[in-house]
């Protein structure tokens, strides 16, 4: 628990998204006293359904946050109009683009320091240049977030 008038769990999610914008596979550090072998299936008969902790791990106490640790972010994105982004996305975030390439219809974009290149940027550039007329006319989903591996092209935490 914080410490102060109005104590609270310590508890810490990856860089915040927009409302509207679909997360999976999102990391979340939370402080416990003690940590009891099968936290995470006595977190997933606790959570609502359609919540499920897919990994739990200790880590030391001392470790970066995860703003820190999310060095870049994997996105699904479309436009509602079949509109092909992938060109105006590359210009307007450059070489953060780490990896882009149209699959099944979604655009998989994977972006550099999401903090520094946030998906909410994005829209507004895309509205600014006249691709879109706003958040109605695009889907995202934000796939996962951690570190880029260039091998497999894929964002693991």
């Known amino acids: ?61 001392n470790s970066p946050s995860l703003g820190k640790v999310c060095k870049s972010a994997e996105y699904l994105i479309r436009s509602v109009k079949g509109l092909n982004l992938l060109d105006d996305i590359k210009n307007f975030w450059g070489v953060s683009v780490l990896s882009a390439k149209i699959s099944d219809g979604w ?12 998906i909410g940027g994005l829209i507004r550039g895309l509205v600014g240049n006249g691709v879109v007329n706003g958040w109605h006319e695009v889907n995202i989903v934000r796939a996962s977030i951690g570190l880029y591996d260039s091998e497999t092209e894929s964002v693991k935490l």
């Not at 006293?33 to 791990?57: K, Q, W, Y």
């Not at 974009?109 to 903090?115: E, R």
């Open 1 to 61: 628990m914080t410490q102060g008038f109005s104590p609270r769990p310590k508890i810490s999610f990856a860089p915040e998204l927009p409302a509207g914008v679909v997360a999976l596979n999102e990391p979340v550090d939370m402080y416990f006293e003690s940590v009891p072998e099968n936290i995470a299936h006595l977190m997933n008969d606790a959570l609502p359904e359609g919540f499920t902790v897919t990994r739990a791990e200790v880590i030391p106490e």
């Open 107 to 118: 655009l998989r974009v994977i972006v550099a320091d999401p903090a520094q290149n946030p």
